[in-house]
């Protein structure tokens, strides 16, 4: 009983997160940039606001929940 109160919501947090990730804008600067091999052009982490902020501040709280429960549900008895 409690191993499916873990796994529905867990569930429901993977389809949201998709939703979420999906959501968001692309940066467009490839993988070379994110590892620093470009100029950043003064863009750093935390520093957009508005709604591609939210969407950034949401996917990372949705993440640690969806790793919180993936643990929790190891745990759990089936």
Avoid at 46 to 65: D, E, H, K, N, S
């Amino acid at each position: 009983m409690l191993f499916w109160l873990v796994l529905i919501p867990f569930v429901l947090i993977s389809l949201l997160l998709t939703l979420v990730i999906l959501m968001q804008e692309p940066k467009q600067a490839g993988l070379g940039e994110g590892l620093g091999g470009g100029g950043g052009g003064g863009i750093d982490f935390g520093t957009r606001g508005g709604t591609a902020g939210g969407l950034q501040r949401v996917t990372i709280y949705l993440g640690v929940t969806w790793g919180a429960l993936a643990l929790l549900l190891q745990v759990v008895p089936r």
